[in-house]
């Protein structure tokens, strides 16, 4: 079997995750491919789009979400990401079990003896009007007959697991504040979620399997379950095993993918990019040796943005005084300073509207 170093792994990630060449797409098909942005941070996914589009203007994602073409919902993981309508309605019920054991996770003590079944028909009831409303306010309401759990708890149930909800704008709008308001995804998109397949196929298992790989494959099903969050895909990726090929990593683990997607020369040269924080190009893995070395692992995971040098994660940047302020995590050559000062011009230039295009690179690694 071959093995696929991690070099070469980069590289494929880099071009599945349209970080190899700006993709000439649409906003929204560049959501769809990449089977969504991870958004609890609202500006993050303009500056994802950004890096990795060529002309994207900020404008066409809040049109896509005003116009419900997109939403902001709680899905892989329990995180809330930017994800297709189409998308929302497809995945929300196989990711509904998963949703209530994360949250149960971290409230086991005070959900304990709730009746989930009736608190969720008694929260589907109240947000069938198609209302936006904040978690305080949904609680008020429930909370008469929900006493129990205590605001917190019983918010974060009903928001993020119990009921499928979007997110309204204002909120995810580029350069607009607006706090979260709740509305039911079956009302804010026009139609009821899918419902799981009765006779236990799994369709939507089978193309989650295949979506991933095409956005962040090769990769191996540890990877396929530390993205998605769901630990009963098994049998998808049974299903759909002979369709894929076959590698293994360095480290030995078997990597699975479609035949036809990119696998480049790992000697491709690769431009250097700006990531947002909680990218998924480094959550969307278990094992995130090809994009990021182990001591800097949960830079991503604390909220920090990026940037990538030779495709991997070599520098954090931020906007300080006016100009994007880059801190490299090891040293740069003379040529990827360079690299990194015009790649940073452009991300200035883009968070400005192009009134500043002020770089700092810090000259020694943080």
């Not at 071959?2 to 071009?15: C, F, I, K, P």
Request: aromatic residues 4%; neutral net charge; hydrophobic residues 40%.
């Amino acid at each position: 079997m071959t093995v696929l170093g991690d070099r070469a792994l980069n590289r494929a990630t880099l071009a599945r995750q349209l970080l190899l060449d700006r993709a000439r797409l649409p906003a929204g098909e560049a959501v769809a491919h990449l089977c969504g942005l991870q958004a609890q941070e609202p500006q993050e996914p303009f500056l994802g789009l950004w890096s990795r589009l060529a002309a994207f203007e900020p404008a066409a994602l809040s049109g896509l979400l005003t116009s419900r073409s997109v939403v902001r919902t709680h899905l892989m993981r329990r995180t809330v990401h930017l994800v297709t309508a189409e998308d929302a309605l497809a995945w929300r019920s196989r990711h509904d079990a998963m949703l209530r054991q994360r949250v149960l996770g971290v409230y086991r003590d005070e959900l304990k003896g709730i009746d989930l079944d009736g608190l969720a028909s008694d929260a589907r009831e109240l947000t069938a009007d198609g209302e936006p409303r904040t978690a305080a306010e949904i609680v008020r309401a429930l909370a008469g007959r929900w006493p129990g759990p205590g605001p917190r708890p019983l918010g974060e149930m009903v928001v993020a697991a119990l009921v499928p909800m979007a997110q309204a704008p204002p909120r995810g709008l580029w350069r607009t504040k607006g706090g979260v308001r709740n509305v039911a995804l079956s009302s804010w998109l026009g139609r009821p979620v899918d419902p799981p397949a009765s006779d236990g196929s799994d369709p939507v298992g089978r193309a989650l399997v295949r979506r991933y790989l095409a956005a962040y494959g090769p990769a191996a099903t540890a990877d396929l379950r530390a993205w998605s969050g769901l630990a009963g895909l098994p049998g998808a990726v049974a299903a759909v095993r002979d369709e894929l090929v076959r590698f293994r990593d360095e480290r030995g683990r078997e990597l699975l993918d479609l035949p036809d997607a990119p696998r480049p020369d790992p000697d491709t040269p690769v431009p250097v990019r700006f990531l947002p924080a909680f990218d998924n190009a480094i959550l969307g893995y278990r094992d995130r040796a090809r994009i990021v070395d182990d001591e800097h692992r949960g830079l991503s995971v604390a909220g920090e943005r990026v940037v990538l040098v030779d495709g991997r994660v070599s520098a954090t940047w931020r906007v300080s005084e006016g100009a994007v302020t880059v801190e490299p995590l090891r040293p740069l050559s003379r040529a990827d300073r360079a690299a990194v000062a015009e790649e940073g011009r452009g991300m200035a230039s883009f968070l400005s509207d192009g009134e500043s295009d002020r770089v700092r690179v810090e000259s020694s690694p943080r």
